[in-house]
């Protein structure tokens, strides 16, 4: 127990360095523009289908299950707006940033562990260049930028897989699905989510990046850096909502409607 408590603190601690390595790199030239629009391609774009489709199945399957409770209470009409309030609330977040970090956490920690394992980091550094500058730094700000963008994406497929749903059994509009959907929406419900998504980024290419930047052990180090970059990732990601969610209650109250 008190090597497993020992080794958690040692994570943390070197975790902890880790990020301020990269908060403090990330503001000094050079800016590696290119490698970020290039990360933003790769963490985004190649995303983006995923998202979607999983938004568009979790929505059609939430409004499912809503409507049969519901419909007991004779609350038929606050589907869409039930809908609409869970996710972008918690749900659109929620899911793109376990997305992200199941998809784009693995790709991270298994590339920069190949790197580190057949010394290219190494070669990098030999010729005079910042490896962590070059590697790191662009991958964290990418996250950060793309997990915004790609949580509205999810909460927009979440919103039509849920009037696909219930088009199907009551024949409802579009326009009065919406009208009913944004009904109690305003902007202190679906912006301050949406960014604490870019709090998710940080962690998940954070975390994927140190475990990659410092794996050993060759290519088994390689596999142990993949599933490691998911699973702390996700963990973090969780954890970290918790309390995000009771901070933005706490500074924003209509968002806890």
Same mark, same amino acid.
């Given at each position: 127990?008190l ?14 360095l ?10 000094l ?9 290039q990360?933003?391609? %790769? @963490? &985004?774009?190649?995303?983006?289908? !995923?998202? /979607? ?5 979790? =929505?059609?399957?939430?409004t +499912? ?11 038929e ?12 609330? %918690? @749900? &659109?977040?929620?899911?793109?940033? !376990?997305? /992200?970090?199941?998809?784009v956490?693995? =790709?991270?920690?298994?590339? +920069? ?5 057949n ?37 927009v ?35 301050p ?41 996700s963990l ?9 969610v ?12």
């Amino acid at each position: 127990m008190l090597s497993l408590l020992n080794a958690f603190l040692e994570f943390i601690g070197n975790l902890g360095l880790f990020a301020l390595r990269a908060v403090r790199r990330a503001f000094l030239p050079p800016f590696e523009c290119r490698m970020i629009w290039q990360q933003i391609g %790769e @963490i &985004g774009w190649r995303s983006l289908p !995923l998202v /979607v489709s999983s938004g568009f199945a979790v =929505g059609l399957v939430l409004t +499912l299950h809503t409507r049969s409770t519901l419909v007991r209470f004779g609350a038929e009409s606050m589907i869409p707006t039930v809908q609409s309030l869970s996710f972008f609330n %918690e @749900i &659109g977040p929620l899911v793109a940033g !376990l997305l /992200v970090a199941g998809r784009v956490g693995a =790709g991270i920690g298994a590339e +920069l562990a190949g790197m580190r394992v057949n010394e290219e980091i190494d070669a990098v550094e030999v010729l005079s260049v910042d490896s962590f500058k070059l590697l790191v730094i662009p991958q964290i700000v990418a996250c950060i930028l793309a997990l915004p963008i790609l949580t509205v994406f999810i909460d927009v497929a979440g919103i039509n897989g849920g009037f696909l749903a219930e088009r199907s059994v009551s024949q409802i509009s579009l326009h009065l699905y919406l009208n009913r959907a944004f009904s109690l929406v305003g902007w202190a419900t679906f912006i301050p989510p949406t960014l604490k998504t870019a709090i998710f980024g940080f962690i998940i290419a954070l975390v994927s990046s140190w475990f990659g930047y410092t794996a050993v052990d060759g290519s088994v180090g390689v596999g142990r850096a993949a599933t490691n970059s998911v699973v702390a990732s996700s963990l973090l990601i969780i954890m970290t909502d918790v309390i995000l969610v009771k901070a933005i209650f706490f500074l924003f109250p209509d968002t806890a409607i």
